[in-house]
Nanobody, 117 residues
Framework: QVQLVESGGGLVQPGGSLRLSCAAS???????????MQWYRQTPGKEREWVAS????????NYADSVKGRFSISRDKSKNMVFLQMYRLEPEDTAVYYC???????WGQGTQVTVSS
C-alpha cells in the first residue's frame, strides 16, 4: 500500500526558509521504474497548485514559475524521501503543502506552511 507522509511545515517570517519532507512507502525509488514525485500546495477557496516535480530515477526537476529560483526539490533514493527546500519565503507561499505520487494517485495528508511576521 502506497503511503506518503509529509512533515516540516510551520510558521516562518517573510524571507525565511523551510524544508519540507515526504516519506514514501509501498514502492521504491531505487528500482528500475521511474516515479515522478510532486509537491502541490493549496489555500482555502483555491484549487490545488502544482509547485515542483522530480524524477526518482535521474533527479530531473521542474518548477512552477512562482517558485522558480526560490524552491528546490530533491530526493534521497536510499531513504525513499522527497524534499522541498524553500528559500526567501513570501506571505503568498502560505498554504497546505502536499506530496503526490501520480502513478498511484496517492497524496499525503499535507503540512501547513505559514509565512507571516
Amino acid at each position: 500500500q502506497v503511503q506518503l507522509v509529509e512533515s516540516g511545515g510551520g510558521l516562518v517570517q517573510p524571507g525565511g526558509s523551510l524544508r519540507l519532507s515526504c516519506a514514501a512507502s509501498g514502492f521504491t525509488f531505487s528500482g528500475y521504474v521511474n516515479y515522478i514525485m510532486q509537491w502541490y500546495r493549496q489555500t482555502p477557496g483555491k484549487e490545488r497548485e502544482w509547485v515542483a516535480s522530480i524524477s526518482s530515477k535521474d533527479g530531473t526537476t521542474n518548477y512552477a514559475d512562482s517558485v522558480k529560483g526560490r524552491f528546490s526539490i530533491s530526493r534521497d533514493k536510499s531513504k525513499n524521501m522527497v524534499f522541498l527546500q524553500m528559500y526567501r519565503l513570501e506571505p503568498e507561499d502560505t498554504a497546505v503543502y502536499y506530496c503526490s505520487a501520480p502513478r498511484f494517485g496517492s497524496w499525503g495528508q499535507g503540512t501547513q506552511v505559514t509565512v507571516s511576521s
